[in-house]
């Protein structure tokens, strides 16, 4: 049986993920800070799939928590999701550079080391996957959120390159507006944005998986955002930021 390990698996995209690889027949290392909810999630996967369900609680922006997710990746997994991750209140000077700092290690620092740890087994045994969530916001600039995401995206396609033909890959997922905790975890106001922006998370991962079977180094789910970021890329700065201004989030 495959082993999948998926940050970030109790709520959201990480636990669409995981219900979407069970009923692909994947076993699970499932992983995230709360312990209790963790183990909830595993037992609910377990008894709905009947695959095996290993919890690993770890807080990706602590030396200790990257760490045991490191050692468990060098010894047998499959499929990385590196998708642990969250948004902050308040614009760049208001924002404590504590909080600036936790999201560098947990959206940047642990997306390389976790690739870094599992892609050495994966070539020796010559297969497996990395999908590391990133976002659209990667493509907009709008703060350290988006910056970070910018590289996740950036880091993961230049593995991918590095890979060339191996049959191991690695790939960027690139959401827009998700239907998950996100946003209320870090009081974003996101009333103004108009409904048929929001895409729900399995669909989201049903998208990942099918791009990442097609060999795409970077997955944008939906027509609409893939028009969204191919404008984004083409039209003037200015202009990204008044659109951006109006759909926006509001802190
Ligand atoms: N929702 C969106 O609109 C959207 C759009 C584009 C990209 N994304 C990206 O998608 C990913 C998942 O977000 P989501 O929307 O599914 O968020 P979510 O519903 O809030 O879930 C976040 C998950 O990450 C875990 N987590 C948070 N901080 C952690 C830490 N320090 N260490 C370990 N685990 C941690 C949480 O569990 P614990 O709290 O128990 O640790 C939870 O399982 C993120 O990388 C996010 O940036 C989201």
């Known amino acids: ?5 998926i940050t970030g698996a109790t709520a959201g995209i990480g636990s669409a993920f995981a219900r979407r690889l069970a009923a692909d ?9 709360d312990a209790d909810r963790l183990e909830k999630c595993a037992r609910d996967l377990r008894l709905r799939y009947g695959v095996g369900v290993e919890v690993l609680p770890a807080d990706l922006a602590t ?11 060098r010894k047998d997994v499959d499929l990385l ?4 991750g969250f948004g902050l209140h308040g614009t760049f000077p208001e924002s404590p550079i504590e909080d600036e700092l936790r999201m560098l290690r947990v959206h940047c620092e642990a997306v ?9 087994g994966m070539l020796a045994r010559g297969r497996g996957g ?12 709008t703060g350290t959120y988006s910056a970070t995401k910018a590289y996740v995206t950036s880091f993961s396609e230049s593995v991918a390159q590095g890979l060339g033909d191996s049959p191991v890959r690695v790939m960027a997922l690139c959401p827009g507006f998700v239907r998950t905790e996100f946003h209320q975890r870090a009081t974003l106001d996101v009333s103004g944005i108009p409904g048929f922006m929001w ?3 399995d669909r989201v991962v049903d998208e990942a998986m099918r791009d990442l079977a097609h060999g795409l180094r970077v997955s944008i789910p939906s027509k609409r955002y893939k028009a969204l970021t191919a404008l984004g890329r083409s039209i003037p700065a200015k202009l990204v930021r008044r659109v951006g201004q109006a759909v926006g989030v509001r802190r």
Not at 1 to 5: D, E, G
Not at 63 to 73: A, D, I, P, Y
Not at 81 to 84: L, T
Not at 130 to 139: D, E, I, L, M, W
């Open 25 to 33: 027949g994947f076993s699970l290392v499932i992983t995230a800070r």
């Open 63 to 73: 030396e200790h928590g990257l760490e045991s997710v490191e050692r468990r990746l």
């Open 112 to 120: 390389l080391r976790l690739t870094h740890a599992a892609l050495p």
């Open 81 to 84: 999701v590196n998708n642990a």
């Open 199 to 201: 895409l729900s998370a």
């Open 130 to 141: 990395v999908v590391n969530v990133s976002s659209v916001a990667g493509f907009f600039p």
């Open 1 to 5: 049986m495959p082993i999948s390990l």
